[in-house]
């Protein structure tokens, strides 16, 4: 009995500090207009921000406070996604970058060639078009039976078409971008095919770098080093021996 009075007079007063306070937040809450929690995350509640979400305050009298969603959106500084926070005027000056278009090979006055026994894809460049350099070019516009273009078979029918630069004794910016993908693809099946097929890679390399002497720094990431290493080597005991 001598302990229970103490513990009513303390459970009162701990009652009494919770509804001052619980009053003191409504009031600072009733001051703001905002919630005194905040979602931060998923529910599956649906919650109206509209509905009353307070009925009665600390001294027992009904009150009815709302939360307006669109004047929380402009206290909290939140964007309304419907109205646009640019003006238009200035959107439609606002640069768009252009999407690169590659340029497209057309093939022209088309033709048929029929491989005969001892042909190259090289040898029927220069037959047809008088350069060597154009081989790939050739090449990549064609079907063969075989992905390997030091292999072509009697038989084998040939599309010739009007090749790059044709009436003209320089390639245009074009063209160049044109022969030097044509150049990588090739370069790349040699590459598949393994050692057997270093001679004829390094060889492409080397013709390469006549069409495009930047070759190397633009493909840097399909070309393996070493190969780059052994063509620039190559280049230098040729230019030893002239």
Known sequence: ??????????????????????????????????????????????????????????????IDITVDGSDLDTELGIDNPELPTENPDELENLATPEEEIPFKRELQNTREYKVRSGDTVSGITVKEWGNVVLWPDLYVNNQWIYDDPDLILPGEIVVVFDKLGMGRSELTADEIKLLSEAYIKVYTLYAQLGPKRNASKWYTLGLALRVEPRFFEIYADRIDPRDIEMVRSLNQQAKALR
């Open 1 to 62: 009995m001598k302990y229970r009075q103490p513990i009513i007079v303390l459970s009162l007063l701990l009652f009494l500090v919770a509804v001052a306070l619980t009053g003191f937040l409504l009031y600072q809450r009733n001051q703001t207009g905002l919630p005194l929690i905040v979602s931060g995350g998923t529910s599956d509640l649906n919650i109206n921000p509209s509905t009353p979400i307070i009925e009665e305050d600390g001294n027992g009298n009904s």
